[in-house]
């Protein structure tokens, strides 16, 4: 049993005269009274509310899923109403006849001692900002949202790309990405223009990868910071990290232009978002037609489609991520084929958000 008391310290919220083995409205002070109790049994999993009185269950079987040893709960804001603005409680027991209580930590910045069990007079609040609530009967600690395994980057000569891996993620909404030129924190700005999406609650191992587009100047260090950030807004920070961005090996820009050799060039830049530029050089006069494949190799978009081409003229073609009906495809990885009168070449790109 979880019962979630929205705005404690006042009289809202219902006091049950009993439920599950306990008499909320015997055992309260008037300034505990549950909005919502979460009730789970071995064929249950409903959600009640004070609304009407918890007469109504609402059949909420997806909340839950098995970690491990334990059952995790995961109770959306959006089904209680919305988030509360200020502090919240809840205390969680066990529906038996000694009406045993399950010691909690929520998050591990509050206490974790004390006797149990606990009267609802008692009951543990925690700010709105918490990310979960994990069984703790070993008086542990509840664990980082976020178990970080590596934390790279690497200048390709083009743009700093940024890779990172997690062996587990609990709660994780996403991340944000920040660089500076110095090692303070405080002097950085992000540069990830909406938060990279995380993988919620997982034991798996996951790997990501972000591009830095935004400017930068040539033979200078950029520090970067990792940030974890929960469903509740909570966040953790992990680096820096160091990147640098050599000097281009022309450093007066003078040298004579090298043409490009004939054939299907690759695609710049690679990856991209949103658009990016295809070119081809042929030695001969001919028709082409130049279409954009996805990977289940179903073709979304013609650049071009037979028409004339002149030899040893360069052709610059824009693709902007869309398809033929104007839609944005999803990232991932897409082909493009140039097919003439003498021959088919193909190469391969890779569309990011």
């Known amino acids: 049993m979880i019962a979630i008391d929205k705005n404690p310290g006042t009289s809202n919220g219902y006091a049950h005269p009993g439920w599950g083995g306990y008499d909320f409205a015997t055992n309260n002070d008037g300034n505990h009274n549950p909005d919502y109790i979460f009730a789970m049994g071995g064929l249950f999993t409903n959600l009640y509310n004070s609304g009407d009185s918890f007469a109504t269950p609402s059949d909420k079987g997806s909340y839950t899923k098995a970690v491990g040893n334990y059952a995790e709960v995961a109770i959306p804001w959006s089904d209680l109403g919305g988030k509360p603005a200020g502090n919240w409680g809840i205390i969680m027991w066990y529906s038996n006849a000694a009406n045993d209580w399950m010691n909690s930590s929520f998050p ?7 006797t149990f069990p606990l009267a609802v007079t008692e009951f543990q609040i925690y700010g709105s900002a918490g990310t979960g609530i994990l069984p703790d009967e070993g ?12 934390f790279t980057g690497v200048f390709n000569g083009e743009v700093p790309i940024l890779q990172w891996v997690t062996a587990s993620e609990i709660n994780n909404a996403g991340w944000n990405v920040f660089r500076a030129t110095e090692s303070d924190l405080s002097l950085s700005f992000q540069v990830n223009p909406e938060i990279i999406e995380g993988q919620g609650t997982t034991s798996e191992m ?23 950030v929960d469903y509740s807004n909570q966040s953790e920070t992990y680096g820096p990290i160091l990147v640098y961005i050599p000097q281009p090996e022309d450093e007066n820009n003078n040298s004579p232009e090298v043409p490009l050799p004939f054939g299907l ?4 830049p690679n990856p991209f978002n949103p658009s990016t530029e295809i070119s081809f050089l042929l030695s001969y006069n001919t028709h082409a037609t130049l279409t954009i494949y996805n990977v289940q190799g179903k073709a979304i978009r013609k650049l071009l489609s037979d028409s004339p081409v002149s030899k040893e003229e ?9 398809n033929e009906a104007g839609e944005l495809c999803s990232s991932g990885i897409y082909f493009y084929k140039l097919e003439t009168t003498r021959e088919i070449l193909t190469k391969r790109m890779l569309l990011i958000k």
């Not at 996951?206 to 974890?228: G, K, M, V």
């Open 108 to 114: 591990s910045s509050n206490p974790i001692t004390g």
């Open 139 to 150: 008086g542990s600690t509840t664990p980082l949202p976020v178990a970080l395994s590596s």
């Open 206 to 228: 996951t790997n990501y990868q972000f591009i830095d587009f935004c400017d930068y100047n040539f033979d200078r260090t950029y520090y970067y910071w990792l940030e974890s």
């Open 265 to 268: 060039q690759q695609n710049y």
């Open 314 to 322: 360069t052709y610059i073609l824009v693709w902007d991520g869309k």
